[in-house]
């Protein structure tokens, strides 16, 4: 298994706080993901990192910010957490090498009441 | 922008029956890949095609790749309950972006 591990696992918010979702490898792999996934949206990506301290948009990343600081993390943060936000986030991972093998992580369930 | 769709959404078939899933292109296909994810669980990497007429297998799953018809087919043979589980393609659109299909859910009665 890819060493990708997301932090929290699950989180239960009130609207209108800020979250921040973690996502550490030990892969030392290069390009990093954001992912939501939803019923009768699949997988959609929010933003994604090709390097430390570079970053681009998805297909869905109003709402959503990111930083990466650092090869090993990236983080996801929801500036004002709205209930549309409600989703399962998935980071994922990829080598420069071969760069379309991704692996994914276990998931952060999120829920914003 | 490319969109990926899987037919058919939901599949229901009997323990031991054989089943193809599809996944078609609305652009050229680079890269396809398959995933396996689990109820409640993360994505599981199965397999990857990069040229036409490629064909690859992991267990008893066998993928296809057609070029010309910008689509990947997934078989399984003789499935078993461990099979169950939603099925995904991404395709790479060549800007550092991988796109997922929405999945098609397959679920094998005993």
């Known amino acids: 298994d890819a060493g990708i591990t997301q932090s929290p696992r699950h989180k239960v918010t009130e609207t209108g706080t800020p979250v921040t979702l973690r996502c550490h490898q030990t892969?030392?792999?290069?390009?990093m993901y954001w992912y939501r996934q939803d019923p009768g949206h699949g997988l959609r990506l929010i933003h994604y990192s090709y390097g430390v301290k570079d970053t681009d948009k998805g297909e869905v990343s109003d709402g959503y910010s990111v930083s990466r600081s650092k090869t090993e993390d990236f983080l996801l943060t929801l500036e004002s957490a709205t209930s549309s936000q409600t989703s399962v986030y998935f980071c994922?991972?990829?080598?420069?090498?071969?760069?379309?093998?991704?692996?994914f992580g276990e998931g952060s369930w999120l829920t914003v009441v | 922008s490319q969109e990926l769709e899987q037919s058919p959404q939901s599949l229901i078939v009997q323990e031991g029956k054989n089943l193809t899933i599809n996944c078609t292109s609305s652009k050229t296909l680079y890269g396809l890949y398959w995933y396996k994810q689990k109820y409640g669980e993360g994505l599981i990497f199965l397999m990857m095609l990069q040229k036409g007429g490629e064909e690859e297998s992991h267990e008893k799953i066998t993928a296809k790749l057609d070029e010309k018809k910008q689509q990947s087919s997934l078989h399984i043979t003789a499935s078993q309950p461990s099979h169950a589980g939603i099925y995904l393609c991404g395709a790479d659109n060549r800007d550092d972006k991988i796109i997922f299909g929405k999945g098609t859910r397959l679920h094998i009665l005993p």
């Open positions: 994922a991972i990829s080598d420069q090498v071969r760069r379309h093998t991704i692996y």
């Open positions: 892969e030392n792999h290069r390009y």
